[in-house]
């Protein structure tokens, strides 16, 4: 733990060099909600599409990316990346977000990463049963940590990678103000990406 940390700030210090660019993120989302049928939230999964782009500085020790991120599902679903798991509910979604990610470098292509999300839900139907009392409403603005990893490999232009993260809820789904949020019900999102970045992939890094 205290050499992640060693790493984690050397590298937060140290972004002069080595991987530096702008990229897109293609995702989806797995989501699921804690908690849910304790507080009449729909209990099955479903998946959403994230479209977003990023800019990334990273030395040969660590680094971070910042970037906004686009969150999508119909209605009516697509195959797997924006459908429905369950026969009894249907959920629609559009967020946006702004999210914060950083941490070690490891063999030059495997990056651990911690983060920040803070998004605004601009729509949320169906993540309420019929049967919720009709006090319940799902809160517009909401956080999360994504914890998990990248492997990126560079390219003539840059580099291109996958990851997989695992995305804690922080903030409470439906803002109910005698619940401590230890007990309050919050969404959580397995998350698999694809990343592609224009820059420096560091290639010619120092040694």
Known sequence: ????????IIGLLGVVYAQRGFGLR??????????????????????????????????????L????NF?????????????????NQQTSLLSWEAEFRCGPRILKYFYPKLGFILGY???NA???KANAPPEYKISKWYTAIPLG???DLPLRFGNTGIGFFYDVGLSKVIPIPS???????RMRAFNFEITVMVGDNGKNEEK
């Open 179 to 185: 619940l401590s949020i230890d007990y309050s019900p």
């Open 121 to 123: 839900r601009v729509n």
């Open 1 to 8: 733990m205290i050499r992640f940390f060693s790493f984690l």
């Open 149 to 151: 990893f990248s492997i």
């Open 65 to 68: 990316e910042r970037g906004f």
């Open 26 to 63: 293609f995702s989806s989302d797995l989501n699921y909600f804690y908690k849910a049928s304790e507080y009449h939230l729909v209990d099955g999964t479903f998946s959403n599409i994230v479209l977003g782009v990023f800019a990334k500085s990273y030395n040969k020790y660590g680094g």
């Open 126 to 128: 169906g993540f309420l």
């Open 71 to 87: 969150c999508y599902k119909p209605k009516s679903g697509l195959p797997l990346v924006a459908k429905d798991f369950a026969d």
